[in-house]
């Protein structure tokens, strides 16, 4: 029984289930869409966690999170995206609660393919991360690894006001921290994906949920991370929305229960 239970598990992480990388707040499922060339697109947004037992002494994480995105044309987008992360320790713990910047990623993302009114084909879209050693690895803040990421977007439209979403990648490096949540102990390849349905209920309301998370390449689940999300946001404006969304994870490298606010504006 166990055994046909930690198979089901690693189909789901493959199929549906990332990372730090953030598109379409308060989801970790990106989107296919890009930003339009000249255009600019900034994310803030702030996510409080409490951790699994495996991590002590580190009780709790907050992750604030900075995402910077541009349209370098109407279909290729370069990002930036920086956490400032601090972890609450046991009062016993040497670190004490150690605060300050995480791994910083860089990525470009490609638009290959356009959904069509009356076509089954989805949009589809590819994207490069690199990730930067610029977290303190004695502190606990960074994997002191350089990272290279590659997954793929689908994103189509079940109706007017309903949209589903899948990604799909592996991480070469094999380490996808931020702070204590993540896979860190595997060097080999991360295997990522993330699913999330979101349906737009109002012009202004939009809510959804979502699966996501990740397995190292032998596959060892107690050291995988599988969380779900449900959130949404509410546009302020036609360029602000206010994001919010409750998660909760299963495995070491996810938290116990978190949840998150942000806002995204276009300029």
């Known amino acids: 029984m166990l055994r046909h239970f930690k198979w089901a598990c690693i189909v789901i992480a493959l199929t549906f289930l990332p990372l730090s990388v953030r598109a379409q707040l308060p989801f970790y499922t990106d989107d296919a869409d890009t930003t339009a060339k000249g255009n600019f697109h900034v994310e803030f947004s702030n996510e409080h966690d409490w951790l699994q037992k495996s991590s002590l002494p580190g009780r709790q994480q907050n992750t604030f999170v900075f995402t910077f995105n541009y349209g370098l044309t109407n279909r290729v987008e370069l990002g930036i995206n920086a956490p400032v992360v601090k972890i609450f320790n046991d009062r016993e713990s040497a670190l004490g609660s150690p605060t300050g910047i995480g791994d910083t990623q860089f990525g470009v993302k490609v638009r290959v393919l356009e959904e069509r009114e009356g076509s089954k084909v989805p949009a589809a879209s590819v994207v490069f991360y690199v990730e930067a ?51 860190s102990s595997a060097r080999g390849q991360v295997f990522t994906g993330n699913g999330s349905l979101v349906r737009n209920f109002t012009p202004r309301l939009r809510l959804g949920a979502e699966l996501f998370g990740g397995v190292t390449n032998n596959f060892n689940l107690s050291r995988g991370q599988l969380e779900g999300q449900i959130g949404g946001g509410y546009g302020v404006s036609n360029k602000l929305e206010l994001t919010f969304g409750v998660l909760a994870g299963r495995f070491a490298a996810s938290p116990r229960v978190g949840f998150q606010v942000g ?3 276009d300029f």
Not at 142 to 164: E, F, N, R
């Open 263 to 265: 806002l995204a504006y």
């Open 133 to 183: 050693p610029t977290g303190n690895v004695r502190r606990q803040l960074g994997s002191g690894l350089v990272d290279y990421w590659l997954y793929g977007v689908l994103q189509k439209s079940l109706t007017k006001k309903t949209t589903a979403r899948l990604n799909g990648g592996v991480l070469f490096a094999g380490n996808s921290s931020t702070g204590l949540i993540g896979i």
